[in-house]
């Protein structure tokens, strides 16, 4: 925090702009809120930092980028649209981040009259998971959510393997670590995954801005490239409207935000100054990560 | 690789705004400073 706590004690910023994990975001909040400079929250994705800003909160802090939760709600309101809400099963490593996956669905769940048909959670470095996924498999739900990363991610993936999967995936599943011969085999057809972003989008907005994110860095977009660069939008959107660099008048700006996004939204901030824009809706097929759709976070 | 295409995603949007006149007559200018840490997870 040392870093910020200069740049805030230097008063010559109009505004401060994450690229941070969720951790670092939170522990900058009260310091923005103490120095009064608006804070553009881009990369960090923690459901408690939209829970802690706007209304009864921190009125600097905006955020730009899903949370983990409204990811969850874009995803199941996919899945209940299509019929494949109703019998999810969920397994997840036994940490903040296995718990805000099962209460994020949990969550998104109920308010469609839905619940988990079953939870189980694994201890972080978890050897065998054979038992457990075999106990799932024999309830034959309809998806499973697994959130698991590293190691456990591909330890859990090549067992689901090992017993012959038979149940889609869905959730946020990492299709990025999946070992080569598991995807290219077709074995994970089917999985539902949901994302903030994808490059291959088909709108013109983006079209123009992986071309010329290419043209700079011979590297198309990832996540963050497009997370940064829209809430860098936003924020000079918000400066231009506020029509001078004060920061009270920025933060008054960026709360009025109507900003048309590449993903086909227009973003705006909610009682808890998070935007809800669309999110990507990923499915697995031939043993490739194709666009299903998107999804109103 | 993270902090990298955070900060090239934010530089491309202040590029464009400086390329039509900048905001309030003058240049968007970011002021990048980093953490010395790598998180696991966002």
Known sequence: MKSVTQMLAEKKYVAIFDGLCSSAALAIMPLVERAGIPFVVANASATSIAERSGVGGNKWTFKVNPTDASMLDALVGWLDKEGKAGNIAFLGEDSDFGRAGSTGLENALKKRNLKLAAVDFFQKGNADFTPVLTKIKARKPGLLALYAVDADFQNAIRQWYGLGGGVPLTGRVLVDQVPKEIMESGFLDGTTSVQPYDPSVDTPGNKAFVEAFRKLHNVPPILVSFESYEAMKVLIDAIRRAGKADPAAIRDALATTKMPSMLGTVIDFDDHNLAHNNAIILTIKGGKVVVLGMSKT | ?42
């Open chain 2, 1 to 42: 690789m993270f902090g990298q295409h955070s900060r090239w995603g934010a530089e491309l949007a202040a590029a464009e705004a400086n390329a039509k006149g900048g905001v309030l007559g003058r240049k968007v200018e970011i002021d990048f400073r980093t953490i010395a840490a790598i998180p696991r997870k966002r």
